[in-house]
């Protein structure tokens, strides 16, 4: 939320720069404000999409890492985000296709803990949950 305030700010000083510069807001200095708004706005949504892809991509490595198995194809929904909005701790459900001795299975984490430490991810009951799978 700060965010965006901050980014409003921003383009209104700029605008107000632009027109003091110019003594007018004419198309030149529209379009210059336009792709203003519209390079910060793809900026901040790469940047949001990055942090929400960091945890499911961190607990694919530690899994096939740990499981020494590779997952073909994964799937995650965020469990606390429509309750809680936190900035360190996260619960996740995991759904994924393992290739294992040379079988598919479908298999599924649900109500995996992160607890994020600065800039560090730290599962917190990764070994003690019970990962269900099913062959496919």
């Known amino acids: 939320m700060q965010v965006i305030i901050l980014i409003l700010i921003f383009i209104a000083v700029l605008a107000f720069v632009i027109y003091k510069i110019n003594?007018?807001?004419?198309?030149k200095e529209?379009?210059?404000?336009?792709?203003?708004?519209?390079?910060?706005?793809?900026?901040?949504?790469?940047?949001?999409?990055?942090q929400q892809e960091k945890v499911p991509l961190l607990f694919k490595q530690k899994y096939e890492n740990i499981k020494n198995v590779k997952i073909s194809k994964f799937s995650y929904e965020r469990v606390n985000n429509k309750t809680v909005s936190s900035k360190t701790k996260f619960i996740y459900n995991f759904?994924?296709?393992?290739?294992?001795?040379g079988?598919?299975?479908f298999c599924k984490m649900d109500n995996v803990k992160v607890k994020k430490i600065e800039d560090e991810y730290i599962f917190e009951n990764f070994n003690k949950?019970?990962?269900v799978c099913q062959k496919n």
């Open 103 to 105: 079988k598919e299975y």
């Open 30 to 50: 529209i379009f210059m404000l336009i792709s203003v708004i519209v390079v910060s706005s793809l900026v901040f949504v790469l940047i949001s999409r990055n």
């Open 23 to 27: 003594n007018r807001f004419g198309t």
């Open 129 to 131: 949950i019970k990962e």
């Open 95 to 101: 759904n994924y296709i393992i290739i294992k001795d």
